[in-house]
């Protein structure tokens, strides 16, 4: 075991026994020497690559210049952040936070004050987070055991199943229907665009809020700056947190302009939310995602699919730009092991499928370099 394995830290990870100290675009470095192509990203966080150069400088010029205010106060990397969080929605407020799952609670309880309604519909195999709000809305069983009675009120879905969600929200009182466009860690799942427009019109009519989960499938790793674009539905509330600033702590719930207003001053707060540093870096990757970094993605993306579609034991090959699945006819879990041992860094979702949520600057080299290793553990 390494030095830092040893470390009195809770056991609620199940970690390799890696101890990384650098990174640089696509690769990590361990203190043993051994280097690493990302294509976790962190869990879909590294969004431009490690330590690129235009974050480092941004978040060090506002780190030298101001770190924290508190939300009793204006600071502009918070602010220029909205308008830019805003004009890639198409209008929009931010509520700003430090996770995927504090931008989920904020979502649901915007929602609820809005609407005054306390149903929430959530998908089966969903996952937004592990507080006990994102837990409730959680569509996994498995992560609920031991931490029962949840937060009340929700139902379960099927995916791509417009009667299963129009029967979850028969009793008229759902005044939420929350949606990752892309599963992610249930498996890289996609949601039809059809399935969203159903969910669209069953918001409509129930006087509910659409919620879309983006904080796995936003900030451009689908080949769009929110997944939600190339399935044709707007919601009214969409999540973002992961690789928003690319590895610093955010979270943001968006709110379109035209949904009901909901929270006024002292209905929820948190004390980093909106951080200047972490806002900075935030302004540094959304200025990055041009139109010309999102065909990359597309394009990389499709090499990547198609270049697992030829590897034996691939069953299925899910998702878009640089979220894919790879379903496996057997558990990803010792897959995983073999590439790390390899220098490949993946994750799982799901128990049977390989994720690749590599950083969306890399080049067809790095696809290649991948696909002989998974091709070389898998045959
Ligand atoms: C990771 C994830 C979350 C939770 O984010 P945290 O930052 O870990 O709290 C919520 N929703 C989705 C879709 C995620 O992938």
């Avoid at 809005?114 to 089966?124: D, N, Q, Y």
């Avoid at 690319?246 to 707060?269: K, Y």
């Avoid at 935030?282 to 993605?297: D, G, M």
């Avoid at 069953?315 to 990803?332: K, S, T």
Wanted: glycine share 12%; aromatic share 8%; proline share 5%.
């Amino acid at each position: 075991m390494s030095n830092a394995a040893q470390a009195p830290v809770i056991p609620n990870y199940a970690r390799f026994d890696v101890t990384f100290e650098s990174g640089d675009g696509a690769w990590l470095y361990a203190e043993d020497g051994k280097e690493y192509l990302d294509f976790g990203a962190g869990i879909a966080v590294i969004t431009l690559g490690h330590c690129h150069p235009q974050v480092v400088a941004a978040a060090h010029a506002q780190l030298d210049t101001l770190w924290h205010t508190s939300n009793l106060y204006w600071t502009n990397p918070m602010a220029e952040l909205a308008r830019a969080l805003s004009a890639r929605f198409g209008g929009a407020q931010t509520y700003f936070c430090n996770s995927g799952a504090e931008s989920i609670e904020a979502g649901l309880k915007y929602a609820r004050k809005a609407t005054g309604k306390p149903g929430i519909v959530a998908l089966e195999n969903s996952f937004h987070g592990r507080t006990f709000g994102a837990l409730s809305v959680t569509g996994q069983p498995a992560k609920h055991m031991g931490f029962t009675p949840l937060v009340p009120d929700v139902r379960f879905a099927k995916q791509n199943d417009a009667e299963s969600l129009a029967a979850a929200a028969a009793d008229g009182k759902v005044g939420c229907i929350l949606i990752e466009p892309i599963q992610g860690e249930g498996g890289v799942n996609p949601t039809t665009p059809e399935f969203l427009a159903s969910a669209a019109e069953l918001a409509r009519s129930e006087g509910a809020l659409l919620f879309f989960d983006e904080v796995q499938s936003g900030t451009g790793r689908t080949g769009t700056f929110f997944a939600y674009e190339q399935l044709g539905t707007q919601p009214d509330l969409t999540a973002l947190a992961k690789g928003l600033a690319n590895g610093l702590p955010i979270g943001a719930l968006l709110v379109s302009d035209t949904a009901a207003r909901g929270f006024e001053p002292g209905d929820h707060a948190t004390t980093f939310g909106g951080n200047p540093v972490s806002c900075a870096a935030a302004l540094a990757v959304e200025a990055a995602l041009t139109s010309e970094l999102l065909a990359h993605v597309q394009m990389v993306g499709a090499h990547l699919a198609e270049g697992l579609r030829q590897i034996p034991g691939i069953r299925d090959v899910r998702g878009r730009g640089l979220m894919l699945g790879a379903e496996l006819d057997q558990p990803a879990l010792d897959i995983i092991g073999a590439c790390v041992e390899r220098g490949l860094l993946l994750t799982s979702a799901g128990t049977n499928v390989l994720r690749f949520t590599p950083p969306l600057v890399i080049e067809a080299a790095h696809v290649d370099r991948a696909l002989t290793i998974v091709h070389e553990v898998l045959t």
